[in-house]
Each structure stands twice: as C-alpha cells, then as structure tokens.
C-alpha cells in the first residue's frame, strides 16, 4: 500500500505542475493586457480630451460668427497650414535645424563642464557662479547685445538658444556625478581603480538619470530659446524660422496664418518631448526605477 501511495504520489506531480503552467502563462497575458490597455489609455484618454477642445473651439466660432481676424476656427487654421506649407515648412525646418544644433552645443558644453565640476573643485568654484548667471538673465534682455556683437544673425540665434539649454544639462549633470554612492567610491579606491574606470562604471551611471532628465528640459528650452531669439532678432525672408512667420502674420493682421505657425511650434516641441522620452525609456527603462515598469 505505501509503494501504491507514493507512485500515487509521483505521478501527480506532474500533473500539478502542468496544472500550474497554464496559470503562470495566463497570468503573464493578463499583465501583457493590462499593459497594452494602459499604453492605450495613455494615447486615446488626451487625443479624446483634445479632439473635444477644438470641437468645442469650432463650434463656439461658428455659433457666435466670430471673425477669422479675431479667431479662427481649428478648420480654417488647418486649411492655412496647408495652403502655406511651401512658406511654412521651410520656416519650420529652419527651427528645428536651430533647435537641434543649440540643444546639441548644450549637451557636448554641458556634459563636459559638469565632468570637470566633478573632477576638479577649483573649476566649479570659478565657472558655476557664472554658469547661474547666464540661467537667471532673461534671454529676451540680452539676445539684442548678442546681435549687435555677433555679425551673423543664424550664429546670433544659435548662441541664445545655446544659452537658454546649456544649464539644465549642466546642473542636472553635476548632480547626478557627485550623486554617487559614497560607500561604492570607497570600494573603488580600496580596489585601486583608476579615474577613467571610476568615471565609466560607477560616475556615469549615476549621473545618466539626472542627465536624461535634463536633456527633456533643455529641448523644450532649446526651443524657446530659438523662438524667443528670432522674436527679438526681426528677421524676415526665407532663412528664418516660425517666429518670423508668426511677426510677419502679426504685421499683416493675417491670424489665420499666426496660427498655423504657432500650431507648427506646439507640434515640434510635443515631438521634441515625446522622443527624448522614449530615449528614457530604452535608456533606463531595464535598470532604473524612474523608468521601470512595476507590475500592478
């Protein structure tokens, strides 16, 4: 009888564990599900709320036979934006040659900078406290002496919207370097590691979070930066970007036209966002807790 039992026994081991895989399987769908729902729910919830607002703009306009020199309906901005897409998106091209060009400048200054802050206490004394005042200066307050002094109006702008996105990445940078685990540092020096394998495994890992954080805030400055820039600046003809699009509609009391410029500025720096994010994501989304999806 006991022999009986325990082959009783053996044999429905394995059927409770074949019991017990399809509802491990059946689980992991339910979280690939509810994964899938939520990512859903993050695109359609705000396109619903959106699509709602211009409903609701375009309807307010025609009920109440609003002038287009005064608002114009989300159709007709859209109609503009077609009808001036040969003007546009040159202007729009030449934004974002701008915007990429100073947000790049900010990463390479910023990211250098912010390791011979860490590096060298000397050059953080001398360097940060100027570094603080070219953040807290309006960039509209000196971007007119930057085009006195710069003879090329494109260098001009790139050196404003440099300016606006160079402390985020370098703030955010410094943090994240002297952020490191003091206990982690001790170990490196008590293994004799040297500065350049100090730097790689145990600095940049820790300073890569802050730095992706700030590289999300310095590209909607860059931005700004640009477009504040070509506000003051004045410039007008092909070579310019959005904001003389907008000052030439303003001038010409075409408020269609502004707003399709304008749209086209909130369409790039939404773009702008959305990839650096998902730049975050890949980054960090396998190590660090930031970016991590914790299951619910």
């Known amino acids: 009888m006991a022999s009986t039992s325990i082959t009783e026994t053996n044999a429905a081991a394995p059927l409770a564990d074949a019991d017990a895989a399809p509802s491990e399987a059946s689980l992991r769908a339910h979280e690939d599900r509810l994964r899938r729902r939520e990512s859903l729910l993050r695109i359609a919830v705000p396109a619903a709320i959106v699509a709602l607002l ?38 729009l091209w030449f934004t974002v040659k701008l915007t990429l060009l100073a947000l790049a400048a900010a990463i390479v200054g910023g990211v250098l900078l912010a390791i011979a802050f860490a590096l ?13 005042i070219l953040q807290v200066t309006p960039i509209i307050a000196i971007a007119p002496l ?19 996105a160079f402390f ?36 940049a890992p820790s300073a890569l979070p802050y730095f992706m ?14 477009v504040v820039a070509e506000f003051t600046a004045g410039t007008a003809g092909k070579e310019t970007g959005l904001a003389s699009r907008i000052l030439e509609s303003s001038f010409r009391t ?8 304008l749209l086209l500025v909130s369409l790039l720096g939404i773009v702008i966002f959305i990839v650096f994010a998902a730049l975050s994501r890949v980054v960090l989304g396998h190590w660090h807790e930031s970016e991590m999806r914790r299951e619910r």
């Open 54 to 91: 211009l409903l609701a703009w375009e309807w307010t306009v025609r009920a109440n036979n609003i002038p287009h020199y005064i608002l114009p309906a989300p159709s007709l901005v859209i109609r503009t934006l077609f009808d001036n897409w040969d003007s546009l998106s040159s202007a």
């Open 168 to 203: 985020p990445i370098l703030s955010n940078t410094v943090i994240g370097l002297k952020s490191a685990d003091s206990n982690l540092r001790d170990l490196f020096q008590l293994y004799k590691a040297s500065p350049w394998q100090t730097f790689r495994y145990l600095l």
């Open 146 to 164: 930057i085009l006195i002094y710069v003879s090329s109006t494109t260098a001009a702008l790139l050196l404003c919207a440099w300016i606006v």
């Open 254 to 261: 075409e408020i269609p036209m502004m707003f399709a410029a």
């Open 120 to 132: 060298f206490k000397w050059v953080e004394i001398g360097l940060f406290p100027i570094a603080v």
């Open 213 to 226: 954080a700030g590289l999300k805030i310095a590209g909607g400055l860059s931005l700004i930066g640009a």
